[in-house]
């Protein structure tokens, strides 16, 4: 099946400085990918839609200068955090979907800390 | 806007038991329809969908799910829960016309006890 994986698996870092997320499909091209978070003992909330050659699609109240998306590739989707505050900790997950069957694939996850 | 609502976030069963996690959609378009299994600091993996055909879907690690349209439901089930099957489980939607953007409950974790 689809594969898909992120990179790092896990990181701290500290606050003010920005930390880039990739997100990558392994075995198939994706011309969108979908960034999510989750906050402990919560669900998965959509971020942005991920499209490859043009601008990221942000759901309502995320801000778009804090959370730089780049789709460079077709199997390649990178997340930036940019001045990390210890509020942006959360556990960040991508997808990508699959051909026709309406299925996503998800990446393993990126914690996220920020001391 | 399209919801999706899992009744209790915390299920609690003995080994052996039956499993019955609930997902309710509000929608007056039948939605794809997804279970989602989720280990710790892990992401997500598919357990089973619907798309079309028959309401009954079997999915992997022996669990199933029925499509109740009058009941605009889908709750997850297994005959009998493993110690291994202990995990946060997600009901998502696509809905109809909405490419591949999937909508998710809140989750529910499951608890198995000895």
């Known amino acids: 099946g689809a594969v898909v994986s992120q990179h790092p698996s896990r990181v701290i870092c500290k606050s003010g400085t920005s930390v880039k997320i990739e997100c990558r499909s392994l075995?198939?091209?994706?011309?969108?990918m979908f960034w999510y978070r989750q906050f402990p003992k919560q669900s998965l909330m959509l971020m942005a839609t991920s499209n490859e050659g043009s601008k990221a699609t942000y759901e309502q109240g995320v801000e778009k200068d804090k959370f730089l998306i780049n789709h460079a590739s077709l199997t390649l989707s990178t997340l930036t955090v940019t001045s990390a505050h210890p509020e942006d900790s959360s556990f960040y997950i991508c997808?990508?979907?699959?051909?026709?069957?309406?299925?996503?694939?998800f990446g393993p996850g990126t914690r996220l800390t920020v001391l | 806007a399209q919801s999706v609502t899992q009744l209790g976030s915390h299920v609690s069963v003995s080994e052996g038991a039956l499993v019955l996690l609930r997902c309710n959609y509000s929608s007056s378009v039948p939605p794809y329809l997804f279970w989602y299994v989720q280990y710790p600091n892990q992401g997500l993996q598919l357990l089973l969908k619907?798309?079309?055909?028959a309401t009954l879907v079997k999915g992997i690690n022996g669990f199933e799910a029925e499509f109740k349209k009058s009941e605009t439901s889908f709750h997850l089930t297994k005959p009998s829960a493993h110690m291994s099957d202990a995990a946060e489980y997600f009901c998502?939607?696509?809905?109809w016309g909405a490419g591949n953007m999937l909508t998710f409950g809140g989750g529910t974790r499951l608890m198995v006890k000895p």
């Open positions: 998502a939607v696509i809905p």
């Open positions: 997808s990508a979907p699959g051909q026709g069957n309406n299925e996503q694939f």
């Open positions: 075995d198939f091209q994706a011309t969108t």
């Open positions: 619907y798309t079309t055909g």
